[in-house]
């Protein structure tokens, strides 16, 4: 499968404790973008990479989230001491940024859905 | 901030019946996105829209850009029920910011 890949599908947490997702985006996409949703709305944005430099990241919700690409490929999302309002989906969408600038379509992942008890 | 609207919220309609939805922006776009997500599914890119007044389609589902690039609309004619999911259109904005804003989208429901 060379789609992008999450990790875990679902988390279950207890409020306070910290968790953290995985993301494997399509191997040749240079960009790689967070997001949040909630039910029944629309992807909220959080935060992106080209690369691995973090071009993005005031959209975050709180200094609780951070998120990392050390090298490149992979992506991590951390969020610490969990709040019961963070339960949602956490999606991950990789793209090539063309050299035009150019912007292409987004392939999403299945998401990390996490509940926070 | 920029803001992307979407109606209807909810759409239930009647195999073979036409459906459409509608985007609008409190911005300008350079560009702007469609995605379908199916229940419990994750979004999947349909179409990017660029230039102003711009048609494109595929099959039964016809995209139009509006004019001054605020606007949007996705009609699907004679639905059927794999036409089933959240329709979102997702706007960037003109100028240096470069993320996606999503529509809250439409839920399309078909009946057989």
């Known amino acids: 499968d060379t789609g992008v890949s999450q990790d875990p599908r679902h988390k279950i947490t207890k409020r306070g404790q910290n968790v953290t997702f995985r993301c494997d985006p399509i191997s040749e996409h240079n960009r790689l973008y967070w997001y949040r949703q909630t039910l029944g709305q629309g992807p909220e944005f959080l935060t992106y990479f080209q690369n691995e430099a973090q071009l993005e990241k005031s959209r975050l919700l709180s200094d609780r989230f951070s998120a990392e690409r050390p090298k490149g490929s992979f992506s991590t999302l951390e969020i610490q001491r969990t709040e019961q309002g963070d339960s949602a989906m956490y999606l991950c969408?990789?793209?090539?940024?063309?050299?035009?600038?150019?912007?292409?379509?987004?392939?999403f992942g299945p998401g990390t859905r996490l509940t926070v008890l | 901030g920029q803001q992307v609207m979407q109606i209807p919220q909810y759409q239930h309609v009647q195999e073979g019946e036409d459906f459409t939805t509608y985007c609008n922006s409190s911005t300008t776009l350079s560009n702007i996105q469609w995605y379908k997500q199916r229940p419990g599914g994750h979004p999947v890119f349909l179409i990017q829209?660029?230039?102003?007044?711009e048609v494109k389609k595929q099959k039964r589902l016809t995209f139009q850009f509006g004019e001054a690039k605020k606007n949007s609309s996705l009609h699907i004619t004679a639905t059927q029920t794999t036409d089933v999911g959240t329709y979102f259109c997702?706007?960037?904005?003109?100028?240096?910011?470069?993320?996606?804003?999503f529509g809250s989208g439409t839920q399309l429901t078909v009946l057989p």
């Open positions: 969408a990789s793209s090539l940024q063309l050299t035009s600038g150019k912007s292409s379509e987004q392939f």
């Open positions: 997702a706007g960037r904005p003109s100028g240096s910011a470069r993320q996606l804003t």
């Open positions: 829209l660029v230039k102003s007044g």
